[in-house]
């Protein structure tokens, strides 16, 4: 398996992902995206949409704020309970998350965490504060003055700007049940300890669909939902199978709202982590909004009159996870003609180039005009095409390689004369001559 230093230094090199405001030093836990990674992110929430709402008649999306009304994150039980457990080393004054360098629950007491007799990471004394629960919602403020009557959050999920808004979203086109909402946007989570490049960050994207059930139907719902979650991960984002597996959470290590969670979890370089959870939510949600806005949840079925309120199953995908697992999938170190060279194999749909176009030499006018005419005719068909003369075309093979661009196209003096190309293809770097009008 590739090493997690070898996926970060080729997403830093080839433009994919940049620690966030490098120039500065840098700020932990933020990550930019450059030009490659950009079009790589895109294309994976492009598919997800297309997968999950286009091609379905059940789902719809929604766009909610980012900052959203403070009961929000009271009637979700966020403002209470959405912590992790920090301690602080007093030798060092080092902060850490408690769970993570004990091996210990999320739970875990003052006296559970002393009895395991855990160095600190950073001075290895053992000489520990009390065990605190360290809320991880950032706080704004909202309006011309800073107050306690202007607090507000950044959210840290997406899924209550999809809870708020089913109140909308029935009483504006009543679709039947059961039926989805779908999100896509930023969130925002203040971590004690980001780490391992973006798997855990404070500053993320999510994807997550709220879908809306009769409660004695939940079940099967539920294992609908699964069974589209893998389909999505094994056939749409190209991971291997052997590599995804199913944990079933226990009710002890469950979210408070959750009655069941499976968590999806993959093999990443930096061990086996979760990928994205489905959680059966209950009415915890609607039921806590009534209570807290005053308004009714309930939804009364077209076929049977019947009212209730409805429960919720919850696919959540995190766009930088599902980035790391397709990364980590594609990266690969081969040899070829007894030269080492490293190629990213993203599958077609994810690649950040269909087509690299090149001259065989740039300084000669003809071949560059004529590339010229075959990029144009490519990108209008293709969009996602780049052109490329730099360096000798052995060079130019490496680095798209590199940067897993699919297929290369050569013009050279030959096309002059009969109108073909030479293909290059990326895995298995073989060269077939081709005509331009069957590209």
């Given at each position: 398996m590739s090493k997690l230093e070898d996926i970060v230094s080729l997403c830093k090199r080839r433009g994919f992902i940049f620690p966030g405001s490098d120039i500065y030093g840098g700020m932990a836990g933020t990550w930019d995206y450059g030009p490659l990674g950009v079009a790589l992110k895109r294309k994976i929430m492009s598919e997800w949409w297309h997968f999950f709402v286009d091609n379905r008649d059940d789902i719809y999306g929604v766009d909610a704020a980012i900052i959203m009304n403070p009961r929000t994150w009271i009637a979700s039980g966020h403002a209470a309970t959405f912590s992790d457990p920090l301690v602080e080393c007093k030798?060092?004054?080092q902060r850490f998350r408690a769970d993570k360098i004990a091996s210990v629950s999320e739970k875990v007491s003052p006296d559970e965490f002393r009895a395991t007799h855990t160095k600190c990471p950073n001075c290895g004394k053992e000489n520990w504060d009390d065990v605190k629960q360290f809320n991880m919602m950032f706080t704004t403020h909202v309006g011309s003055v800073a107050d306690d009557t202007s607090k507000a959050y950044l959210r840290p999920e997406t899924a209550q700007g999809i809870f708020t808004n089913y109140k909308n979203v029935v009483d504006t086109i009543y679709p039947d049940l059961p039926f989805g909402l779908?999100?896509?946007?930023?969130?925002?989570r203040n971590e004690i300890s980001p780490r391992d490049f973006v798997f855990r960050s404070r500053e993320f994207e999510q994807m997550e669909i709220e879908y809306f059930v009769n409660p004695t139907t939940w079940e099967e719902n539920f294992k609908k939902l699964l069974d589209s979650c893998h389909d999505f991960l094994e056939h749409i984002m190209n991971l291997p199978k052997d590599k995804i597996?199913?944990?079933?959470v226990a009710p002890a290590d469950r979210a408070h709202y959750s009655k069941r969670t499976i968590d999806i979890e993959f093999d990443y370089p930096i061990g086996r982590e979760e990928l994205m959870g489905i959680a059966y939510r209950t009415d915890f949600d609607l039921g806590n909004i009534?209570?807290?806005?005053?308004?009714?949840?309930?939804?009364?079925?077209?076929k049977t009159n019947e009212t209730f309120v409805p429960h919720v199953?919850?696919?959540s995908f995190g766009v930088e996870r599902l980035v790391m697992a397709v990364l980590t999938t594609a990266y690969t170190e081969d040899e070829i003609n007894g030269e080492k060279r490293i190629v990213l194999k993203l599958p077609e749909n994810l690649a950040p180039y269909r087509f690299c176009v090149s001259p065989l030499l740039k300084n000669?006018?003809?071949?560059?005009?004529?590339?010229?005419q075959v990029y144009n005719k490519l990108r209008d068909k293709y969009s996602n095409v780049t052109w490329d003369d730099?360096?000798?075309?052995?060079?130019?093979?490496r680095k798209q390689d590199e940067i897993g661009?699919?297929?290369?196209v050569v013009i050279d003096f030959d096309t002059l004369e009969d109108d073909t190309v030479t293909v290059r293809d990326r895995d298995t770097t073989t060269q077939t001559r081709v005509k331009i009008s069957t590209l």
């Amino acid at each position: 398996m590739s090493k997690l230093e070898d996926i970060v230094s080729l997403c830093k090199r080839r433009g994919f992902i940049f620690p966030g405001s490098d120039i500065y030093g840098g700020m932990a836990g933020t990550w930019d995206y450059g030009p490659l990674g950009v079009a790589l992110k895109r294309k994976i929430m492009s598919e997800w949409w297309h997968f999950f709402v286009d091609n379905r008649d059940d789902i719809y999306g929604v766009d909610a704020a980012i900052i959203m009304n403070p009961r929000t994150w009271i009637a979700s039980g966020h403002a209470a309970t959405f912590s992790d457990p920090l301690v602080e080393c007093k030798e060092c004054h080092q902060r850490f998350r408690a769970d993570k360098i004990a091996s210990v629950s999320e739970k875990v007491s003052p006296d559970e965490f002393r009895a395991t007799h855990t160095k600190c990471p950073n001075c290895g004394k053992e000489n520990w504060d009390d065990v605190k629960q360290f809320n991880m919602m950032f706080t704004t403020h909202v309006g011309s003055v800073a107050d306690d009557t202007s607090k507000a959050y950044l959210r840290p999920e997406t899924a209550q700007g999809i809870f708020t808004n089913y109140k909308n979203v029935v009483d504006t086109i009543y679709p039947d049940l059961p039926f989805g909402l779908a999100q896509q946007g930023k969130a925002f989570r203040n971590e004690i300890s980001p780490r391992d490049f973006v798997f855990r960050s404070r500053e993320f994207e999510q994807m997550e669909i709220e879908y809306f059930v009769n409660p004695t139907t939940w079940e099967e719902n539920f294992k609908k939902l699964l069974d589209s979650c893998h389909d999505f991960l094994e056939h749409i984002m190209n991971l291997p199978k052997d590599k995804i597996h199913d944990l079933e959470v226990a009710p002890a290590d469950r979210a408070h709202y959750s009655k069941r969670t499976i968590d999806i979890e993959f093999d990443y370089p930096i061990g086996r982590e979760e990928l994205m959870g489905i959680a059966y939510r209950t009415d915890f949600d609607l039921g806590n909004i009534a209570r807290e806005s005053g308004k009714n949840m309930e939804y009364r079925d077209k076929k049977t009159n019947e009212t209730f309120v409805p429960h919720v199953i919850e696919p959540s995908f995190g766009v930088e996870r599902l980035v790391m697992a397709v990364l980590t999938t594609a990266y690969t170190e081969d040899e070829i003609n007894g030269e080492k060279r490293i190629v990213l194999k993203l599958p077609e749909n994810l690649a950040p180039y269909r087509f690299c176009v090149s001259p065989l030499l740039k300084n000669k006018p003809e071949l560059v005009e004529k590339a010229k005419q075959v990029y144009n005719k490519l990108r209008d068909k293709y969009s996602n095409v780049t052109w490329d003369d730099s360096g000798n075309i052995g060079k130019r093979y490496r680095k798209q390689d590199e940067i897993g661009t699919f297929e290369c196209v050569v013009i050279d003096f030959d096309t002059l004369e009969d109108d073909t190309v030479t293909v290059r293809d990326r895995d298995t770097t073989t060269q077939t001559r081709v005509k331009i009008s069957t590209l």
